[in-house]
């Protein structure tokens, strides 16, 4: 596995850097990645940990948008059925095809004939990326893929193709593809003001969150992509800067997958509100979603209310009837904004376009809003466009085909699974050698190894999960995890694939980072409090915290 080194603000304060993109979600990184492969000095930080906003928070889906083609948005279809095919061949351990049910009832508001026709174009956008063709089920078809499916009003639907991904860990990966190509990048430096000059804006005052201490960084070009924080780093350029963001609120639960009983990924209209939403499975846990809500709380305060949850389980017990979802059947929820491109205010949520648009502001800065997870490569490559224009960069354009062709760390799809037997001659569970190679791809041998060196790292950190011991540790050493929540959230997903939400890991994990990071007792017991709290958020709608 490829070291990736966290940058000290020492590192950050002593050049002078080409690009600093402020933003560690998906898209930042896939800009600081974009540019590094492009041969820019790049520079990435972000407030708190990479992927710990919207980027963790999503659906975890890479999709066309099928909504999108009754809308008439075909290039927004085609973008991104193109991005999920190349994401499919970069990262193949965190990208997988999905199959998807897409039931049709009586009185939907798309016919039968209508799902049918923009199945088939889906597929013809596709343009040869598809994993599969779709294929129109009848009635009896259709119950026969999903017996538990709501049969009074059932017409028949389609099976269809698109893919599933694991948001948080994509964008760490993109994080890593970045350094490895040479960009420096640091989580936990909060950005607290802008470097202004005669020549406009060149730089960020940094406070390094881990140690307390203040520096800068220098750059030509200063990127703001803060996805839901958008606006608030505008204004550190200009004060006056008109907001660019309407912000929504989307909500997912998570239940025990054995509650519903669906086989498959089912896509299906709510009778609440007719948006459409999805039953997604992970394991053996589902996850229900979306809502896409207005608010005005703080993207780090945004969580669900107990009004998400009875919306997101009345919707989701509409077509699975038998299930009769209860708020005592939620084992957690998570929420997130999606920096949407402020609109027509009296348009509902849903009707808000999920383009992206790239602002230059008064003293320079290039900001990046809206656009969705699908497509965060193809962002990052046009905002790049831009940045080599400003700067008239001597090699312009030369890399953006990498950014294509490159897998991202563990993408190499030729080798994975032949690592399989290796883990399970180490003694590893098999679930355990199938979560090491969903995670960690073809860098999987360098846990092993890790394992071999010190045999106790193959042990279980949770006694009903399968992460062990060796994944703590190398999310440590070479996947930039500072803080207990760090793994136990966004490396390992505990927190979302456990019924207590990890609790019983914190203690281990928080010890094992001690030795790494050499933590002394009171900030061990600091960390070990942190991430109690930070594991309770998805409860908080309980009123539990």
């Given at each position: 596995?490829?070291?990736?080194?966290?940058?000290?603000?020492?590192e950050?304060?002593?050049?002078?850097?080409?690009?600093?993109?402020?933003g560690?979600?998906?898209t930042?990184?896939?800009?600081?990645?974009?540019a590094?492969?492009?041969?820019?000095k790049t520079a990435?930080?972000?407030a708190?940990?990479f992927?710990?906003?919207?980027?963790?928070r999503?659906?975890?889906?890479?999709?066309?948008?099928l909504?999108y083609?009754e809308q008439?948005?075909l290039h927004?279809v085609?973008?991104?059925l193109?991005?999920?095919?190349?994401?499919l061949?970069?990262?193949?351990h965190?990208?997988?095809?999905?199959?998807?049910?897409?039931?049709v009832?009586q009185?939907?508001r798309?016919?039968?004939w209508?799902?049918?026709?923009?199945?088939a174009?889906?597929?013809?956008?596709g343009?040869?990326?598809?994993v599969?063709?779709?294929?129109?089920?009848?009635?009896r078809?259709?119950?026969?893929?999903?017996?538990?499916?709501?049969?009074?009003?059932l017409?028949?639907g389609?099976?269809?193709?698109?893919?599933q991904c694991?948001?948080?860990?994509?964008?760490?990966a993109?994080?890593r593809?970045?350094?490895?190509?040479?960009?420096?990048?640091?989580?936990?430096?909060?950005?607290?003001g802008l470097i202004?000059?005669?020549?406009?804006?060149t730089g960020a005052y940094l406070?390094?969150?881990?140690t307390g201490?203040?520096?800068e960084?220098?750059?030509?070009q200063v990127v703001n992509?803060t996805?839901p924080?958008a606006?608030?780093?505008?204004?550190?350029?200009?004060?006056?800067?008109?907001p660019l963001?309407?912000?929504?609120?989307?909500?997912?639960?998570?239940?025990?997958r054995?509650r519903i009983?669906?086989?498959?990924?089912i896509?299906?209209?709510?009778p609440?509100?007719?948006r459409?939403m999805?039953?997604?499975?992970?394991g053996?846990?589902?996850?229900?979603?979306?809502?896409?809500t207005?608010?005005?709380?703080p993207?780090?305060?945004?969580?669900?209310?107990?009004?998400?949850?009875?919306?997101?389980?009345?919707?989701?017990?509409?077509i699975?009837p038998g299930?009769?979802?209860?708020p005592e059947?939620v084992?957690?929820?998570?929420a997130?904004?999606?920096?949407?491109?402020?609109?027509?205010p009296k348009?509902?949520?849903s009707a808000?376009?999920r383009?992206h648009?790239?602002v230059?502001?008064?003293?320079?800065?290039?900001?990046?809003?809206?656009?969705?997870?699908t497509?965060w490569?193809?962002?990052?490559?046009?905002l790049?466009?831009?940045?080599?224009s400003?700067?008239?960069?001597?090699?312009?354009?030369?890399?953006?085909a990498l950014?294509?062709?490159?897998?991202?760390?563990?993408?190499?799809?030729?080798?994975?699974?032949?690592?399989?037997a290796?883990?399970?001659?180490l003694g590893?569970?098999p679930e355990?050698?199938?979560?090491?190679?969903?995670?960690?791809?073809?860098?999987?041998?360098?846990?092993?190894?890790l394992?071999?060196?010190?045999?106790?790292?193959?042990?279980?950190?949770?006694?009903?999960?399968?992460a062990?011991?060796?994944?703590v540790?190398q999310?440590?050493?070479?996947?930039l995890?500072?803080r207990?929540?760090?793994v136990?959230d966004?490396?390992?997903?505990?927190?979302?694939e456990?019924?207590?939400?990890?609790?019983?890991?914190?203690e281990?994990v928080?010890a094992l980072?001690?030795?790494?990071?050499?933590?002394?007792?009171?900030?061990?017991?600091a960390?070990?409090?942190?991430?109690?709290?930070?594991?309770?958020?998805g409860s908080r709608?309980r009123?539990?915290?």
């Amino acid at each position: 596995m490829t070291p990736s080194v966290r940058a000290s603000l020492g590192e950050l304060s002593a050049g002078y850097f080409d690009l600093l993109v402020i933003g560690g979600g998906v898209t930042g990184a896939g800009i600081a990645r974009e540019a590094s492969l492009r041969g820019l000095k790049t520079a990435l930080v972000t407030a708190r940990d990479f992927g710990e906003g919207t980027s963790s928070r999503s659906s975890r889906l890479i999709h066309g948008g099928l909504r999108y083609l009754e809308q008439g948005r075909l290039h927004l279809v085609f973008e991104a059925l193109r991005e999920r095919k190349i994401l499919l061949r970069l990262a193949p351990h965190l990208v997988r095809p999905l199959a998807f049910i897409l039931p049709v009832f009586q009185g939907d508001r798309v016919p039968r004939w209508k799902v049918a026709a923009g199945l088939a174009l889906y597929d013809v956008l596709g343009a040869g990326g598809n994993v599969r063709r779709h294929r129109t089920l009848g009635k009896r078809a259709l119950l026969e893929a999903e017996p538990l499916l709501r049969e009074r009003g059932l017409t028949g639907g389609g099976l269809y193709y698109d893919a599933q991904c694991d948001d948080a860990r994509l964008t760490i990966a993109a994080v890593r593809a970045a350094i490895i190509s040479g960009a420096r990048a640091a989580n936990h430096m909060r950005v607290t003001g802008l470097i202004r000059t005669v020549a406009g804006m060149t730089g960020a005052y940094l406070l390094d969150e881990r140690t307390g201490e203040s520096g800068e960084v220098r750059a030509h070009q200063v990127v703001n992509a803060t996805g839901p924080w958008a606006d608030l780093v505008r204004r550190l350029e200009d004060p006056r800067a008109e907001p660019l963001l309407r912000p929504t609120k989307g909500v997912h639960v998570v239940v025990r997958r054995d509650r519903i009983g669906h086989r498959h990924a089912i896509i299906f209209t709510s009778p609440v509100d007719g948006r459409v939403m999805f039953v997604l499975p992970w394991g053996e846990w589902s996850y229900i979603g979306t809502t896409d809500t207005d608010t005005s709380d703080p993207p780090d305060q945004v969580a669900a209310d107990e009004e998400d949850v009875v919306y997101l389980l009345r919707s989701a017990n509409s077509i699975f009837p038998g299930a009769r979802l209860g708020p005592e059947d939620v084992i957690t929820t998570w929420a997130g904004l999606r920096p949407l491109l402020a609109a027509d205010p009296k348009a509902p949520a849903s009707a808000i376009s999920r383009e992206h648009r790239i602002v230059r502001g008064a003293g320079g800065v290039l900001t990046i809003v809206g656009g969705k997870l699908t497509t965060w490569r193809s962002m990052a490559a046009e905002l790049v466009d831009q940045v080599e224009s400003v700067l008239g960069h001597e090699h312009r354009g030369r890399g953006r085909a990498l950014s294509r062709t490159q897998p991202l760390p563990g993408g190499d799809a030729a080798v994975i699974d032949s690592f399989r037997a290796e883990g399970l001659d180490l003694g590893l569970l098999p679930e355990a050698v199938d979560l090491l190679l969903r995670l960690f791809g073809s860098e999987t041998p360098a846990i092993y190894a890790l394992c071999r060196e010190r045999p106790g790292l193959v042990e279980p950190v949770h006694p009903r999960h399968p992460a062990i011991g060796g994944a703590v540790v190398q999310a440590v050493r070479r996947e930039l995890a500072l803080r207990v929540d760090d793994v136990l959230d966004r490396r390992l997903h505990l927190t979302t694939e456990t019924a207590d939400r990890g609790d019983a890991a914190i203690e281990s994990v928080a010890a094992l980072m001690a030795a790494e990071l050499g933590w002394a007792p009171d900030f061990m017991a600091a960390e070990i409090s942190h991430a109690r709290a930070a594991a309770l958020a998805g409860s908080r709608w309980r009123g539990l915290s």
